[in-house]
T-cell receptor, first 112, second 113 residues
Framework: DAGITQSPRHKVTETGTPVTLRCHQTENHRYMYWYRQDPGHGLRLIHYSYGVKDTDKGEVSDGYSVSRSKTEDFLLTLESATSSQTSVYFC???????????FGPGTRLTVT | QQQVKQSPQSLIVQKGGIPIINCAYENTAFDYFPWYQQFPGKGPALLIAIRPDVSEKKEGRFTISFNKSAKQFSLHIMDSQPGDSATYFCAASSLDSNYQLIWGAGTKLIIKP
């Protein structure tokens, strides 16, 4: 998985609770991405980062926030989880001078 | 114009056959076209990619064919094996969108023994 870890790998939480997912890379890549994957929707970009403290929204950013205080870590926070945020979340990384994105193993989140 | 349309949605092929998955795009600024392979419970893995300056690229049993005038590209799997059974995604990106990937909807491929 190209030096990318995600934690936790599985989580069950209740509606209304805050949740933070962590992506950690050992590649020193500049770009980091958070996607969600749902049946019938493929992969959808939530937020991405192009450097420490530099982030931007993707196509499905509502209800999510991100932070990147170190090159190696990119955090995704659901401030108040809803059942519609039940999904599999993937982190991806890309080097600054390359095209290729490499994905982590994913986090399966269930909001009850 | 940012969409990538992938077909078919699902595909069943006998072992040894050549499954073909197609993708079409509208944005002529796209200049990077990867294919990803995803097994159940795993993250997508980069399989093969092509730039528009070539019409074909082979890596092992996997081939991308690229038709710039038709704005289409396809994945061919030679001598397909049951272990190739997975979901395949095409994508496209461009410099002016900072190489953010625009994804196809995916094709679930089953190779029958």
């Amino acid at each position: 998985d190209a030096g990318i870890t995600q934690s936790p790998r599985h989580k069950v939480t209740e509606t209304g609770t805050p949740v933070t997912l962590r992506c950690h890379q050992t590649e020193n890549h500049r770009y980091m991405y958070w996607y969600r994957q749902d049946p019938g929707h493929g992969l959808r970009l939530i937020h991405y980062s192009y450097g420490v403290k530099d982030t931007d929204k993707g196509e499905v950013s509502d209800g999510y926030s991100v932070s990147r205080s170190k090159t190696e870590d990119f955090l995704l926070t659901l401030e108040s989880a809803t059942s519609s945020q039940t999904s599999v979340y993937f982190c991806a990384i890309r080097g600054g001078n390359t095209y290729e994105q490499y994905f982590g193993p994913g986090t399966r989140l269930t909001v009850t | 114009q940012q969409q990538v349309k992938q077909s078919p949605q699902s595909l069943i092929v006998q072992k040894g056959g050549i499954p073909i998955i197609n993708c079409a795009y509208e944005n002529t600024a796209f200049d990077y076209f990867p294919w990803y392979q995803q097994f159940p419970g795993k993250g997508p893995a980069l399989l093969i990619a092509i730039r528009p300056d070539v019409s074909e690229k082979k890596e092992g049993r996997f081939t991308i064919s690229f038709n710039k005038s038709a704005k289409q590209f396809s994945l061919h799997i030679m001598d397909s094996q049951p272990g190739d059974s997975a979901t395949y995604f095409c994508a496209a990106s461009s410099l002016d969108s900072n190489y953010q990937l625009i994804w196809g909807a995916g094709t679930k491929l089953i190779i029958k023994p």
